[in-house]
């Protein structure tokens, strides 16, 4: 069943162009950068999809300031950012794309953005602590997959953020994907089973284990599960629901094994 709805969805994807994480997700998205410097070089210009690198076609911020120059993309929608392509100025002026660190947020981060961000504020893409060469792209494969849907370009120095294209690229998320779940730790407690009574349990039949977990991910509030590898009166996975954080309170049974999802 889980395989025949992938199939469906990449099909789908195959006749809208959206081939698994092959389209620029940034094209023609709505932009922010810290400052406007003027003469028509506007942060949209670093997702244009004009990829021509003379000083006219790129953002541009204003110079030096006290703080760190950044560029903010919204996604419109969340994604699991994978990648990020960053096409640079031709000229001198190119040595100024260095030093910078790509993060991803699930909210806007709103015009003040703080500079030490710590880590349950945003996600990490890259951090990219050299200088980008002139004219020419520099693609960076995030070394973290990160959920959200508003990238950050920030230099980390107080440098003119200049950008001639900010092409990225990464899968929507629907709660289901398996990219995710290599970034989430599924512990499992044997022969136990969550009974908290403050959860409710919601049943279901599922071909595998790996369906149970993906139900879970769907849904809201969905912490744990139970999952038997025999059918018991046609139920195999038990989404464990909770308004709060329970205790761990638990019923010895062999027939079930209780898993939690911690990040
Ligand atoms: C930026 O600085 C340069 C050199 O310091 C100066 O010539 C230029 O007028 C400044 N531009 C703006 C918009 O402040
Ligand atoms: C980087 O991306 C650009 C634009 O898609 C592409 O033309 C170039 O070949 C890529 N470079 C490398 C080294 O993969
Ligand atoms: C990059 O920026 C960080 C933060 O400001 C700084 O600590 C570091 O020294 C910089 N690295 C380079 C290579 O300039
Ligand atoms: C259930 O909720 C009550 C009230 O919030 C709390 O006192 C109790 O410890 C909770 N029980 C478990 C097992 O989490």
Wanted: charge should be negative; charged fraction near 20%.
């Amino acid at each position: 069943m889980w395989m025949k709805l992938l199939l469906l969805f990449g099909f789908w994807n195959i006749d809208k162009k959206f081939v698994f994480g092959l389209e620029n997700l940034a094209l023609n998205k709505p932009t922010r950068q810290t400052s406007e410097y003027g003469s028509g070089l506007i942060s949209s210009n670093a997702v244009d999809g004009n990829l021509r690198n003379d000083d006219y076609s790129c953002s541009h911020t204003k110079n030096r300031t006290d703080t760190p120059n950044w560029l903010l993309v919204d996604l419109e929608a969340e994604y699991e950012i994978t990648s990020i392509k960053v096409l640079n100025r031709r000229e001198h002026n190119g040595d100024r794309l260095n030093n910078f660190t790509v993060s991803v947020w699930q909210y806007d981060p709103g015009p003040h953005i703080k500079y030490n961000m710590v880590d349950n504020e945003n996600c990490i893409c890259v951090h990219y602590p050299n200088t980008a060469e002139r004219g020419t792209w520099t693609n960076l494969t995030c070394t973290k997959i990160c959920m959200g849907r508003f990238v950050l370009f920030i230099l980390n120095y107080q440098e003119i953020l200049s950008i001639c294209e900010l092409e990225i690229f990464g899968n929507i998320y629907n709660g289901c994907s398996t990219q995710y779940l290599p970034e989430m730790n599924i512990k499992k407690v044997e022969g136990k089973r969550s009974s908290s009574p403050n959860c409710t349990l919601l049943p279901y039949e599922v071909v595998n284990v790996y369906e149970c977990i993906h139900q879970c991910l769907q849904m809201n509030n969905c912490i744990s599960f139970n999952y038997g590898p025999n059918l018991i009166n046609t139920v195999n996975c038990q989404l464990v629901r909770c308004f709060s954080h329970p205790k761990q309170d638990f019923t010895v049974d062999s027939d079930w094994i209780w898993r939690y999802l911690s990040h």
